[in-house]
């Protein structure tokens, strides 16, 4: 039980970990938020699932948490993606195509 | 259908709050069926939930996104943590525009939210029936084949719960 706990809370350490990496490798803001909320999201499931096998009494708590966070979290990075492009942030030169910019050029 | 949005959030609040405190005490019952009753009473009349279907075919449909939905999540993580880790940072971005079919803005939410979770795509901006979608490795930037690649595996589970 404990172990398997323990195995649950490291995979979701080394996802953060990974995430953080990306969000310092990624180019611009738009792909830097990619890995930012994809790998948080997997990485606190993960967590949580270890800490219900830790401890067991939490396990509802945990799972409404779970519920909060997957519901919350995309919600989050969207406005902050929207409010960066609004902001004309400026993208990577590597992207091929920005169909939101030629949408707003328009109106 | 006027107390439909009362009654979903009655449940859904007393779930939260059973949930909340991990035990079913004759006190922790009814302070919480007090309270939900008071609160729900708020949403009698407002539209909120008035999208969902609470047929078994909903419920089936539910049960079949939330597992594509895991599926697809663990997918994008070793996706992008594949981007991550290898010495050059290879990622073709761009912005695409999808169309999706659903009409209710509760579907549209939950649709909107997989996208962003499921791999390299994040919505930026929706307006109407069109998703403006950052992609972290655009292999389609027309409408249609964009739509295809991106909406397809969601929209039908969530066409059948919301419309």
């Known amino acids: ?107 | 259908m006027k107390f439909k949005a009362a009654v979903i959030s009655l449940i859904l609040g007393l779930l939260i709050w059973l949930g909340l405190n991990g035990t079913i005490g004759r006190d922790v019952l009814i302070t919480g069926i007090v309270v939900t009753v008071i609160t729900s009473f708020f949403f009698i009349g407002t539209g909120i939930f008035t999208d969902v279907r609470l047929t078994p075919k909903a419920l089936f449909a539910l049960v079949a996104w939330l597992v594509v939905f895991l599926i697809e999540l663990i997918k994008s993580n070793i996706d992008v943590m594949s981007r991550v880790v290898t010495p050059k940072v290879r990622i073709n971005p761009a912005i695409v525009e999808v169309k999706t079919r659903l009409k209710s803005k509760l579907g549209r939410l939950a649709l909107a939210n997989s996208i962003t979770l499921t791999p390299g795509t994040l919505t930026t901006d929706i307006e109407g029936d069109t998703l403006f979608i950052h992609w972290i490795d655009a292999s389609d930037v027309d409408i249609e084949g964009a739509t295809r690649k991106i909406v397809g595996k969601f929209e039908k589970y969530l066409e059948v719960i919301f419309g």
């Open chain 1, 1 to 107: 039980m404990e172990i398997a706990g323990s195995i649950f809370v490291l995979i979701g350490s080394l996802i953060f970990f990974l995430s953080s990496l990306g969000v310092i490798r990624m180019p611009d803001v738009y792909n830097r938020i990619q890995t930012g909320t994809k790998a948080t999201t997997l990485g606190t499931i993960f967590v949580l699932v270890g800490l219900a096998f830790l401890s067991p009494d939490w396990t509802a708590k945990l799972a409404v948490l779970l519920v909060f966070i997957l519901l919350t979290n995309p919600v989050s990075s969207h406005v902050v993606a929207r409010a960066a492009h609004f902001n004309k942030e400026p993208m990577s030169p590597l992207t091929i195509e920005d169909k939101l910019e030629a949408k707003e050029e328009e109106a």
